[in-house]
Structure formats: C-alpha cells, structure tokens
C-alpha cells in the first residue's frame, strides 16, 4: 500500500475540521483497473486478489489512529475497500453518492488508452506529471472536474457543519473513495481552486492525510 502524507495548509474548509485529521483512501485495485477500463460510476466492477489485500493493508495502517467516523462511496469498489476498517474498529459505514468517482458518461467501460484528454482535460505534463487544462470539459452524457470539485465541496462543507454541530463522533475521519474523487477533495480541503490544481499520483490503495490544524490568534 502507498502511504503518502501531505499536510492541508489552512483554509476556510479546513477550520471546520480542527483538530482532527482526515484520511482521504483511495479504493484497492479493482477488476476494471486491472484490465485498463474506465470505471466512473459503472458498478460493475470489484476489488481483485490484490484489491482485497490493499484493503487489509489500509485497514491495519488506519486501525493505529483515533478514528471516529467512516465515509465511503455507494460503489462497490469503495464499500469493499472500506469493509476490513469498518470490522476491525466495529464503525458502521456511512455512505453517501457525492463520493462516487467522476462520471464518464458514455465512456464508461471503454478502454483507458481511448480516453483523451479532449474529453477529460488532464494532460501528462513533463516529467509524468498530469495537470487540469480544462476543469470544464465533459465527455458525452458525463461530468467534468469542476462538477466532481463542486460535489467534493458539497460534502466537505455539510461534513465539517456537522462536526461543528457535534452530530459526528469524537475522533479522525476516515473518507474512502475513487482516485479523481481523492485529488478533488484534497485540493478543496487545501484551498486550492479546481483551476490551479494538479492531477497528482494516487494508485490504488493511496492514503493521503489531510491535518486541519489550528489558526493562531
């Protein structure tokens, strides 16, 4: 499993969230990533042999944090990603649509290398690193970035009302979802806008921790 952490600098959707730490997971690899499809909100899919074992590894990483709480998205890639964390700290799931990965519309089980950027507007930069050219550009019947940020926002804000309301337990939160839904939603947690994000490296199995420290007077 990939552990990478990086450190959300404040911004007005991380003070919600003060201290506490938000763990975005990327789910295991699943049937469709092994043959190269593209997977969106497609349902088909599910984690294979190594999928699973990623999903074990993720569950005895997160086990070792104060975790209080588990979202996850409605696809089941990301439930079965989400279901060993769930056993071993007895947290129930609580899944919500807004996590789901980007809609790719009509090109959703066709082959990745048929999936270019005049539909998604990601580029590989120099060095194998992809960026956003186009945060509105959509494939047929799909969605583009700027409406899979807009959804990331959505969930952050309402997420961080109700820590501050105190309707969610005490502790970390662990948020288990697909790979562009992870780059989005540490971009928003970050402060940074759809237009200035990168597209960055997240594998299958990816954990990135998102710490909302404290403002100082």
Known sequence: MTHTVLEAEPSAMTRGFAGRTLF????????????????????????????????DAIASVLSDYPV?????????????????LSSMLGLPLRTD??????????LEGAL?????????????????????????????GGESIRDLYLRAAGFSTELAAKVAAGSVPPGDIVIV???GMVRVL??????????????IPVPNGTVLRVSARREHP
């Open 24 to 55: 975005l997971v990327r789910h295991g690899e699943s049937t469709w990533n092994k043959l190269a499809l593209a997977q969106g909100h497609n349902d088909e899919a599910e984690l294979t042999a190594q999928g699973h074992e990623q999903a």
């Open 68 to 84: 209080g709480s588990i979202y996850v998205s409605d696809l089941r890639r990301a439930v079965q990603t989400a279901t060993p």
């Open 97 to 106: 649509v807004r996590l789901r990965e980007r809609s790719l519309g009509s």
């Open 112 to 140: 990745l290398v048929q999936v270019g950027p005049e539909v998604t507007g990601i580029v590989a930069a120099i060095g194998g690193q992809q960026s956003v050219t186009d945060p509105d550009i959509k494939p047929e």
């Open 177 to 179: 979802a697909h790979g």
């Open 186 to 199: 540490h971009a928003c947690l970050s402060g940074v806008p759809v237009e200035h994000m990168n597209w």
